[in-house]
């Protein structure tokens, strides 16, 4: 067996895996205090990738003199900040007045949403994928065994694992973190205990776009073209690595993220060992959906939720 | 006293496909060609409409069943009309026939497929799967080689007419009215209301939600077979997610239930669809306000009768 190989694949996928992870956790959030499916979240990662494109562009004279790094970081933050807002937007505006219907009222909403935001997004951007500029120095580091990583793998992957530790400090030592648990563990004791559910739904779903957000900034930076479709594929996927983890669970979703995205690169780098032709990439996610749901429906590192009459 | 109104009906429905086609020569050919587009909708709604309505079992993966009794009817036709066709029109209409209940069983047997694993999941889970085992049918497709892979077909034989197209929408509403309508068919509006109850009362829920997938995709499938004749070429992109939302809009928009209000939106949106067609851009956003709004302002639809998905509040 070529150890280089799969080396290189599985660093290849941990990076692939990562955006998953940071999408799913926008999944995993909302799931955690609104039960419901966000199928728009797909999109807002496609709008933070444009979003981090267009401040690149406005921004750029002002740059002059910058380093990469500090430029890059202003262009990240800008973007996850602006995804959060247009994450707030919608669900004041969509989701807010069917808060007491049935999820899937709320589901089929939000397909109206992700369509509104990719076909809205192809009126003003246009249909043809645009050229995402490089933000970071782009080296190639040798690794061990034959395989590399670039700079802009290794950014990727730092720069999620810093996201990560922030998202758990923010759950598990704020006020704010610990009224989304509440909620999240019942809404209506939530509001009773003087939980203000509205603003806190708000916050997960701000919190949540911009993750989605700098997800979006690090796909185009791995694969340095964007368009107004992007995000409907990595965003079902990243919907399948939720509930691969468990869905509400904010480990269980990191962990789903990078074990898809390594297993869908592994897929593809060994299709002709495993007799499994390398377009069937697309068709991993799904599978592994099906026999998650068939077989351990809690999914890795979820809680059993029994259903009440 | 038996009730003979469905029947009477299908067969002046199928008395008035035939003077349609006896018509049209007198139609120019773009008028025909929105009038099988309308036909075609009309099936897809209206099975869809079984499954997502009658049943309550959201799905998300009706253009994956087209695509399977598209590509099963066309690779019939493709296959075996240079055979068939010296024996005359005839023939090659029996061959049609033929190729149509193909796709549709193909279709029927991947509903089935489907429909076996999705059966312990709800809702917002079953929409996710339909969604995926649609994708999967596509990718399947497009890597398969013999199938022309993500070329296409071509030349496949333009033998979709109006007397067909509406032949097949009087059989698909009539087959749905009359299942849902059936003593048999409470079931499936059972599960819907509360599957829980269902259950309690001797309802085999998992049994109507499988003959629910199974018709709802056999039907999918001859609208498919209907499209590949139509158009005379498919290819795997055509069938993919917005297809499948395509129908599901006009199911929301006629009202989840509703036969009469889903063929009214079967209509209405292929005509809005023809009536933008010179502002392809503004089409989709169109569509998904629409969704938006509907969902927000009159979730049961325009002649809905639908009151909402009983459990699992969002947000409560």
């Known amino acids: 067996m070529d150890w280089g190989n799969f080396a290189q694949q599985t660093v290849n996928g941990v990076s692939l895996g990562a955006i998953y992870a940071l999408i799913a956790l926008g999944y995993t959030m909302v799931y955690g205090v609104l039960r419901f499916i966000n199928f728009a979240h797909g999109d807002v990662f496609m709008v933070g990738a444009f979003a981090g494109l267009y401040f690149h562009r406005w921004l750029k004279p002002l740059f002059t003199g910058w380093p990469a790094a500090a430029s890059a970081i202003v262009i990240l933050l800008l973007s996850m900040a602006f995804c959060a807002l247009l994450g707030i937007v919608i669900e004041k505006v969509a989701y807010k007045p069917l808060r007491q219907r049935s999820r899937l009222t709320v589901l089929i909403t939000s397909i109206g949403v992700s369509l509104l935001l990719s076909y809205g997004a192809q009126l003003i951007f246009g249909a043809a994928p645009k050229g995402f500029p490089q933000l970071v120095a782009n080296h190639t580091i040798s690794l061990p065994l034959g395989a590399s990583v670039t700079v802009e793998q290794i950014t990727v992957l730092l720069v999620t694992l810093l996201l990560l530790i922030a998202l758990t400090f923010a759950v598990m030592r704020t006020r704010m973190g610990l009224a989304m648990r509440a909620l999240s563990n019942n809404p209506t004791a939530a509001a009773l205990m003087g939980v203000n559910n509205d603003a806190v739904i708000s916050f997960t779903f701000g919190l949540g776009s911009a993750l989605a957000g700098a997800a979006g900034i690090f796909f185009a930076m791995l694969y340095q073209a964007i368009d107004p479709f992007m995000g409907i594929l990595p965003g079902i996927k990243a919907f399948v690595a939720a509930v691969l983890g468990g869905i509400g669970s904010i480990p269980g979703a990191a962990l789903g993220g990078v074990l898809l995205g390594v297993l869908e690169t592994l897929v593809v780098g060994y299709s002709q060992n495993i007799g499994i032709p390398s377009g069937y990439r697309d068709a991993v996610a799904f599978v592994i959906l099906i026999l998650t749901l068939m077989f351990k429906p809690t999914g890795l590192l979820g809680k059993s939720e029994r259903e009440k009459v | 006293m038996k009730n003979h109104i469905p029947h009477l009906a299908l067969f ?58 598209a590509y099963a009817s066309a690779m019939v036709t493709l296959s075996f009309a240079p055979v068939v066709a010296p024996a005359g029109p005839w023939a090659e209409g029996a061959l049609f026939a033929g190729s149509l209940l193909l796709g549709g069983a193909v279709a029927a047997l991947c509903g089935l497929l489907v429909g076996l694993p999705s059966l312990r999941l709800r809702g917002d889970y079953l929409a996710i799967v339909t969604l995926g085992f649609g994708e999967i049918i596509r990718v399947v497709i497009q890597n398969t080689e013999s199938l022309g892979g993500a070329r296409g077909l071509e030349g496949i034989r333009p033998y979709t007419n109006l007397f067909g197209t509406f032949a097949v929408a009087a059989l698909t509403i009539y087959v749905v009215a009359c299942l849902v309508n059936s003593t048999y068919g409470r079931g499936f509006i059972a599960v819907r209301d509360d599957e829980i109850a269902a259950e309690a009362m001797g309802i085999h829920t998992v049994k109507y939600k499988v003959v629910a997938f199974v018709v709802g995709a056999f039907f999918a499938g001859l609208a498919g077979g209907l499209y590949a004749h139509f158009i005379t070429f498919i290819a795997p992109e055509g069938f993919n997610f917005l297809k499948s939302v395509d129908v599901v809009v006009m199911v929301i928009l006629g009202g989840m239930g509703s036969t009469p209000g889903v063929v009214a939106a079967a209509i209405l949106l292929t005509l809005l669809n023809e009536g933008l067609r010179d502002f392809e851009q503004y089409r989709m956003i169109v569509f998904a306000l629409l969704l938006i709004v509907i969902m927000i302002v009159r979730p049961q639809g325009l002649l809905g009768n639908f009151r909402g998905w009983p459990k699992g509040k969002a947000g409560a």
């Open chain 2, 12 to 69: 002046a429905a199928l008395a008035g496909a035939a003077v349609l086609q006896m018509f049209s020569p007198q139609l120019d050919d773009y008028a025909a060609s929105i009038l099988v587009l309308i036909g075609i909708n009309i099936v897809l709604a209206v099975s869809l409409n079984l499954v997502n309505g009658h049943t309550g079992q959201f799905s998300l993966g009706h253009a994956g069943f087209m695509a399977a009794g």
